[in-house]
């Protein structure tokens, strides 16, 4: 599955999704682009989930809308010593998560 990963997210955790397609908003050349935009770019990209560390992404969009699934990651930092132990769910979840869902994995 084709994953794009929130640009205050380390790149590191690309390599640790294993089994998927992961790139970067950087590595696409949308740094700085609002949710919205950003969420319909990636749709129109071919990407299946969306994953981010901003809980509050849910209460900024129209999920009925999204045409990507989106997977929250809830963790004390953004540094990719504290995300890594979310690696398991986080996979699960993108299998799992459909268009316009959203799910949080947590420690």
């Not at 989930?49 to 990507?68: E, G, M, S």
């Given at each position: 599955?084709?994953?794009?990963?929130?640009?205050?997210?380390?790149?590191?955790?690309?390599?640790?999704?294993?089994?998927?397609?992961?790139?970067?908003?950087?590595?696409?050349?949308?740094?700085?682009?609002?949710?919205?935009?950003?969420?319909?770019?990636?749709?129109?990209?071919?990407?299946?989930?969306?994953?981010?560390?901003?809980?509050?992404?849910?209460?900024?969009?129209?999920?009925?809308?999204?045409?990507?699934?989106?997977?929250?990651?809830?963790?004390?930092?953004?540094a990719i010593e504290v995300l890594r132990p979310l690696v398991p769910a986080t996979i699960e979840a993108i299998v799992a998560v459909a268009p316009g869902e959203i799910r949080?994995?947590?420690?």
């Amino acid at each position: 599955m084709r994953v794009l990963l929130d640009e205050q997210l380390p790149r590191q955790l690309a390599s640790e999704l294993i089994g998927h397609d992961v790139s970067t908003v950087q590595r696409e050349g949308w740094a700085g682009l609002e949710n919205g935009a950003l969420l319909a770019a990636a749709a129109d990209r071919g990407f299946h989930a969306f994953v981010t560390k901003d809980q509050n992404l849910q209460f900024q969009q129209n999920l009925d809308q999204l045409r990507v699934g989106v997977v929250v990651l809830h963790a004390a930092s953004h540094a990719i010593e504290v995300l890594r132990p979310l690696v398991p769910a986080t996979i699960e979840a993108i299998v799992a998560v459909a268009p316009g869902e959203i799910r949080h994995v947590a420690v």
